[in-house]
């Protein structure tokens, strides 16, 4: 039997998640405490460990995939001794809407057999079949495993962020965490080796830029995080859901104003000028004082 691997849940308050890499390919084998992929939450970015052991079959949810579902099947893992290919085909358990349908079929199921059988028609005359296609080309066999530019690169998924961010090559850099991973200290230290600049020639013959179209404004798109996105509707709720009461009082401050020039007069000297806030905090404080219990805010 294939071990499924979900989506975990990260966060108590996770509903889905981001596929943002798998560290593991299909036929890579597994162990136990295996980083296979990274998942990034309404808050940051995590790490998943495998739990089994065994060989990975296939992988159902591709890396960049948004809004997973919590408990979403995303790849199968082929136990020790089964066909991995046996494996990857194997049907993965009905979900959601399969359910539906597949309770459906059989409600429709039961009422047919219910229903009494109509004589079938004789069978029209057979006819010989069609010469079948050529079978489909062997796929070409996976490169072998051990390459040195295909090994992967230890790194904290916030180190991986902030050298794309800065234009900082991992393989650059020698880690100090456990077993050789990068973290973000060793970005500080490490420098990534600068780009040859172009030669004049080169140059001349880079084609420029494309340019905005007439009317357009030159722009940059920048998706959102799950964390902004999360701000986001957090702010939404707090406004359309929590009630908002909000209270004007008109104060003639005419003698406030007075008592604020002329003692701007008199610090001119000192370069300090007061404004009407600075007597608003005043007047909160003095009342704070004489009334600890109050609870009074200014906006």
Same mark, same amino acid.
Request: aromatic share 2%; proline share 11%.
């Given at each position: 039997? *294939?071990?499924?691997? +979900?989506? #975990?849940? @990260? /966060?108590?308050?996770?509903?889905?998640?981001?596929?943002?890499?798998?560290?593991?390919?299909?036929?890579?084998?597994?162990?136990?405490?295996?980083?296979?992929?990274?998942?990034?939450? =309404?808050?940051?970015?995590?790490?998943?460990?495998?739990?089994?052991?065994?060989? +990975?079959?296939?992988?159902?949810? *591709?890396?960049? %995939?948004? =809004?997973?579902?919590?408990?979403?099947?995303?790849?199968?893992?082929?136990?020790?001794?089964?066909?991995?290919?046996?494996?990857?085909?194997?049907?993965?358990? #009905? $979900?959601?809407?399969?359910?539906?349908?597949?309770?459906?079929?059989?409600?429709?199921?039961?009422?047919?057999?219910?229903?009494?059988?109509?004589?079938?028609?004789?069978?029209? #005359?057979?006819? /010989?079949?069609?010469?079948?296609?050529?079978?489909?080309?062997?796929?070409? *066999?996976?490169?072998?495993?051990?390459?040195?530019?295909?090994?992967?690169?230890?790194?904290?998924?916030?180190?991986?962020?902030?050298?794309?961010?800065?234009?900082? =090559?991992?393989? %650059?850099?020698?880690?100090?965490?456990?077993?050789?991973?990068?973290?973000?200290?060793?970005?500080? $230290?490490?420098?990534? &080796?600068?780009?040859?600049?172009?030669?004049?020639?080169?140059?001349? %013959?880079?084609?420029?830029?494309?340019?905005?179209?007439?009317?357009?404004?030159?722009?940059?798109?920048?998706? +959102?995080?799950?964390?902004?996105?999360?701000?986001?509707?957090?702010?939404?709720?707090?406004?359309?859901?929590?009630?908002?009461?909000?209270?004007?009082?008109?104060?003639?401050?005419?003698?406030?104003?007075?008592?604020?020039?002329?003692?701007?007069?008199? +610090?001119?000297?000192?370069?300090?000028? @007061?404004?009407?806030? =600075?007597?608003?905090?005043?007047?909160? &404080?003095?009342?704070?004082?004489?009334?600890?219990?109050?609870?009074?805010?200014?906006?």
């Amino acid at each position: 039997m *294939p071990i499924n691997i +979900l989506m #975990p849940a @990260l /966060s108590p308050t996770m509903e889905k998640g981001n596929l943002a890499k798998w560290l593991k390919k299909e036929g890579d084998t597994v162990k136990s405490g295996d980083v296979i992929a990274e998942i990034e939450t =309404d808050k940051a970015t995590m790490e998943v460990e495998a739990v089994d052991e065994g060989i +990975l079959a296939k992988i159902v949810v *591709p890396e960049g %995939t948004a =809004d997973v579902p919590v408990n979403e099947l995303i790849a199968l893992i082929a136990a020790e001794g089964e066909d991995a290919s046996a494996a990857a085909v194997s049907p993965s358990p #009905p $979900t959601g809407e399969g359910k539906a349908a597949s309770a459906a079929e059989g409600e429709g199921a039961k009422g047919e057999e219910k229903a009494p059988q109509a004589p079938s028609p004789a069978p029209p #005359p057979t006819q /010989s079949p069609a010469p079948s296609p050529p079978a489909a080309a062997a796929a070409p *066999p996976s490169p072998a495993k051990g390459g040195g530019a295909a090994e992967r690169i230890k790194a904290s998924p916030l180190a991986r962020r902030l050298a794309q961010q800065q234009g900082i =090559d991992l393989a %650059t850099l020698k880690g100090s965490g456990p077993n050789g991973r990068i973290v973000r200290a060793d970005l500080a $230290t490490g420098v990534a &080796a600068p780009a040859a600049a172009p030669s004049p020639q080169v140059q001349a %013959t880079t084609p420029a830029a494309p340019t905005a179209a007439p009317g357009e404004i030159p722009h940059e798109v920048v998706k +959102l995080s799950n964390m902004r996105k999360t701000i986001a509707r957090r702010l939404t709720e707090s406004k359309q859901q929590i009630p908002h009461i909000y209270l004007t009082v008109d104060i003639q401050l005419d003698a406030l104003l007075k008592l604020r020039s002329e003692l701007n007069a008199s +610090l001119e000297s000192r370069s300090v000028k @007061l404004s009407v806030n =600075d007597f608003m905090i005043k007047a909160l &404080a003095v009342a704070l004082l004489a009334e600890p219990k109050c609870n009074v805010m200014f906006t």
